[in-house]
């Protein structure tokens, strides 16, 4: 289990600067979190202003 970007994303990239692992990138606009680097801290989820970070169940 891990933290997951869904559709909500604007791409604003607050969560990649929350983060302190680095386990989210950015590619071609779209967001995504790094499963086997997230450590489930949940500190993206507080960035996202969007709420568009939750945990893939
Ligand atoms: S839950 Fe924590 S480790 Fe995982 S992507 Fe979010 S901020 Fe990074
Ligand atoms: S903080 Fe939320 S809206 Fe912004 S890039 Fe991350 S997931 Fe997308």
């Known amino acids: ?12 990239g607050a ?3 929350a983060c302190p692992v680095g386990a989210i990138s950015e590619a071609d606009g779209v967001f ?3 499963a086997d ?3 489930e801290c949940g500190a993206c989820t507080g960035a996202c ?3 568009s970070i939750e945990l893939d169940a």
């Open 1 to 12: 289990m891990a933290y997951k970007i869904n559709d909500g994303c604007v791409g604003c």
């Open 15 to 17: 969560c990649a600067g």
């Open 32 to 34: 995504v979190i790094d």
């Open 37 to 39: 680097s997230c450590i």
């Open 49 to 51: 202003p969007t709420g």
